[in-house]
């Protein structure tokens, strides 16, 4: 096998951001080249003291002696190792960035893929299985997880840990996972390349009909399912009817237990369902999927756009805690539930614990809510139907649905929580355009995230954005982002817009140091930072000022996606007017998270942000940004939000950093990774 290059690395030549995910054997980061121009990479560290102790040695170097193959060949749809370093406890591979994140959490939130996007990630998926056969590879372990997306949404095959280079062997032990495992493995213990093969038809039936074809309560039930072709498409009666005819025929012919009747991946690619597809156009097969069109609801619409742009810490959606569809078991309705105590149950609300209003208070007392008997309606924040960009409530119309609507008052109430503050503080801001010759918008880069120019408009700018005097940001319940200028407020952004880019420049609010950019539709930028030293300037008020602004732009997030689900959740379900008065009043989990307690008195803010150590008064609504009466106060259910946990990218970026930089003293890098893989080995054959 050839290796990958051996280059004189170490941990500290990268700026480790956030943890992408985790491996039985490996965590790995996305990382920033410092001396490559900000390049962005993958990286994949592995603890040398786990690999040897789990036994893990074998896998670690299959890995790395198939990716340096594959990446020789160079394919479109393969993870790239770029080289590999270690240093005294870590062993490191520099892999490409797939900022699309992994298919399956596409597919999950997605539900299903539309046909479109089913042939075109097939064929992509073909391609470059093809690819990988003709080095002699067979992956072994095919499926949705291991396959990444790039930016633009192009598949990239990944994790080949189980590959193995012996075609048509005995396989000594039980690869893959139990779903996509081939009849062949379980029954005589074989595979060779038809097994990735079977691999392909399952992928095929999930991505268009959201879940593998074989999946039974536990493991054995999947592989009696799986050598018994027990799946609904096999059965005659349960062959649905809104999906194509040529998708069926195709995947029942890759399902077949005997292998050598298996379609080989040539003759898949002459089935009729690929009959439009020119396979020799490798740029149009190669397009990522967000350049191509397909039908889509209005959900699914909102799901792409979120995959595609909300890049927060230039990172996929996966990694930020919106709109995470958790698999619902189906829940067993009683016919004594009434339907409110049923949908409380889907919505993991405790139905023996009667919900109340969350409480108001004014002047001190306790009241009941708004003045008025409470109902016991959920306390929603209903969203209009447009979506939370204008921040605006509308009321759904009456016919719409069977919904008992908020009454006036509640929906006053729901208007004037929208105005609350969720933070305040003292930032240096710069708006810029996205490009100085003005934004690029074609269909081409639409979708495309451009790491290095907003890189170079952070070098060019450093300096013009430190010498700018501090102003005073706002972050609004509704998601709005505004700042003072000139005396007026000015809006950036709603944080919930889809359309959203969020980067982190290694942004630290307690050091005072890095950048935090904004970015919409690739038209403009907004950088921002925390002054140098803490200002004592008069700006304004400063709030949750021990929330840093990232984990509290995830906070407004989270809110807004909490209540857009509720709301969905509020719209599908007729609610049972009686059961809802009938129910005592007490507030639940969801409800805190929320809708966090609030405090109608005119409170008295401390701003140690601002060097005060008094508390200061607030200011009145003629110099301060426009927020009404109420203000959040900090209990302790918002700490929730504060630091929802694939969100603490600062902390684990600098645990990282930090355990690095005390374990590399003795570093010894220049020895390459191969020796190191040696003596791995060595040792764990001890
Ligand atoms: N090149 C990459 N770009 C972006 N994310 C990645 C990349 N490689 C891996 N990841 C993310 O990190 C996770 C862990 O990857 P890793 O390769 O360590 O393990 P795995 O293949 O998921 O599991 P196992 O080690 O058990 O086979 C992946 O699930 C994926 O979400």
Redo the contacts with the bound molecule.
């Keep these: 096998m050839c290796s990958v290059p051996t280059v004189k690395r170490s941990p500290q030549d990268f700026v480790f951001k956030q943890e ?7 965590t ?1 980061f996305k990382a920033i080249d410092r001396s490559d121009s900000g390049r962005v990479y ?1 990286i ?1 560290v592995c603890s040398k003291q786990h690999i040897i102790r789990e036994g893990k040695v074998k896998y670690v170097t299959i890995e790395k002696n198939t990716l340096s193959l594959l990446t020789r060949a160079r394919h479109p749809g393969i ?1 790239k190792l770029h080289y590999t370093f270690h240093d005294e406890k870590n062993l490191y591979f520099v ?4 900022a699309g ?2 298919l399956l959490s596409l597919l999950h939130r997605m539900g299903t893929f539309s046909e479109i996007w089913s042939r075109h990630l097939t064929c992509q998926l073909i391609d470059a299985v093809e690819f990988i056969h003709s080095q002699g590879v067979i992956h072994r372990d095919l499926k949705p ?2 396959l ?1 997306l790039s930016s633009d949404g192009r598949l990239m095959i ?2 080949f ?1 189980t590959a193995t280079t012996s075609g048509g062997s005995q396989c000594s032990s039980f690869v893959g996972t139990a779903e996509y495992v081939c009849p062949e493995l379980l029954l005589h213990n074989q595979c060779d390349f038809s097994s990735d093969v079977w691999a392909v038809g399952c992928m095929i039936y999930q991505f268009v009909q959201g879940k593998p074809p074989f999946r039974g309560d536990n493991e054995l039930q999947t592989f009696e399912r799986t050598v018994a072709l027990d799946y609904p498409w096999n059965h005659p009666n349960t062959t649905p009817k809104n999906i194509n005819p040529l998708i069926i025929r195709l995947t029942r012919r890759i399902l077949v237990i005997d292998p050598t009747l298996r379609p080989t991946l040539s003759e898949i690619k002459l089935d009729k369902w690929f009959e439009t597809v020119d396979w020799y156009n490798k740029d149009l097969l190669w397009r990522g999927i967000w350049q191509i069109q397909q039908p889509v609801s209005r959900s699914n619409r909102q799901m792409m756009l979120c995959n595609r742009q909300l890049h927060v810490i230039d990172t996929p959606l996966r990694n930020i805690p919106i709109t995470k569809q958790k698999k619902k078991k189906p829940a067993k309705i009683s016919n004594t539930t009434s339907s409110i105590v049923e949908w409380r149950k889907r919505l993991g609300i405790s139905v023996s614990e009667p919900m109340v209003q969350p409480e108001i208070t004014s002047n001190g007392t306790s009241s009941p809510a708004f003045g008025k008997p409470t109902p016991s309606l959920p306390k929603l924040n209903i969203r209009n139907t447009n979506g939370i960009a204008n921040g605006k409530i509308s009321t759904p119309p009456s016919s719409a649905s069977p919904i008992d609507m908020p009454d006036n008052t509640i929906r006053n109430e729901i208007l004037a929580q929208d105005s609350l503050v969720l933070k305040q503080g003292c930032v240096n801001i710069f708006e810029i355009p996205y490009r100085l010759d003005g934004p690029d918008m074609s269909l081409e880069t639409y979708g495309k995230v451009d790491n290095e120019l907003i890189t170079q408009l952070v070098l060019r700018h450093e300096l013009e954005l430190k010498s700018r005097a501090p102003t005073l940001l706002t972050l609004f319940k509704d998601g709005t982002l505004s700042y003072r200028s000139d005396n007026s407020s000015k809006h950036i952004i709603n944080i919930g817009d889809h359309n959203l880019s969020m980067y982190d420049f290694d942004f630290n609010e307690r050091e005072r140091t890095g950048f935090l950019i904004l970015e919409k539709y690739k038209v403009k930028i907004w950088f921002i930072s925390i002054p140098d030293r803490p200002s004592s300037t008069t700006l304004g008020v400063s709030k949750n000022d021990d929330e840093e602004w990232v984990a509290c732009f995830f906070r407004a997030r989270q809110l807004m996606e909490d209540q857009e689900q509720l709301n969905d959740k509020f719209k599908e379900i007729s609610i049972d007017k009686k059961a809802v008065q009938t129910q005592p009043s007490r507030t639940t989990d969801l409800e805190k998270r929320v809708k966090p307690r609030i405090t109608h008195s005119p409170r008295v803010v401390s701003s140690p942000a601002f060097g005060s150590s008094a508390p200061t008064q607030r200011k009145t609504s003629a110099t301060r940004s426009p927020i009404t009466s109420p203000t959040i106060g900090h209990s302790p259910t918002m700490r929730k939000y504060a630091a929802p946990q694939n969100m603490v990218i600062s902390s684990s970026r600098y645990e990282v950093l930090n355990s690095l930089k005390a374990n590399t003293a003795n570093d010894d890098a220049s020895s390459g990774a191969s020796a190191a893989f040696k003596s791995l080995q060595k040792k764990s054959s001890k």
């Design positions: 992408l995910g985790r491996g039985s054997y490996s790995v993958a994949k993870v892999l490409d960035y797939a994140g992994e997880e291991n990444l990944t994790d840990g």
